[in-house]
């Protein structure tokens, strides 16, 4: 059974720093696609980073150069570190996974690119 469990999420102060945590199971190997993505209450979804088998990472632009997407295969994990936090960071975040492959996929950071997701982690962030 394929399962993603988020962790890491509490309240910091802006300017503070957190670092999420995903740990995915289900399958032998690694996820083709990973990323993250967050939804503040009456808002969409949104994609926050993503990560390839490959080590290509992607960001949205509000989080570049803040936030890295990381993975350590060895654990089965994936993380976000997110530095130099905003009050609009302020959401729900979630991670997602993938398996599929296929010749020349591009793991976008959008939802239609995953098929697994964990259940969020609380981020609040006060100015």
């Known amino acids: 059974q394929v399962q993603l469990v988020e962790s890491g999420g509490g309240s910091v102060q802006a300017g503070g720093s957190l670092r999420l945590s995903c740990t995915y199971s289900?399958?032998?190997?690694?996820?083709?696609?990973m990323g993250w993505f967050r939804q503040a209450p009456g808002q969409e979804r949104e994609g926050v980073a993503g990560?390839?088998?490959?080590?290509?990472?992607t960001y949205t632009d509000s989080v570049k150069g803040r936030f890295t997407i990381s993975q350590d295969s060895a654990k089965a994990t994936l993380y976000l570190q997110m530095d130099n936090m905003k009050p609009e960071d302020t959401a729900t975040y979630y991670c997602?996974?993938?398996?599929?492959?296929?010749?020349?996929?591009?793991?976008?950071?959008?939802?239609?690119?995953?098929?697994?997701w964990g259940q969020g982690t609380q981020v609040t962030v006060s100015s």
């Open positions: 289900g399958y032998t190997y690694s996820p083709y696609c």
């Open positions: 990560f390839d088998r490959d080590g290509r990472t």
């Open positions: 997602a996974a993938d398996w599929r492959w296929y010749n020349g996929r591009s793991c976008r950071i959008d939802e239609s690119e995953f098929l697994s």
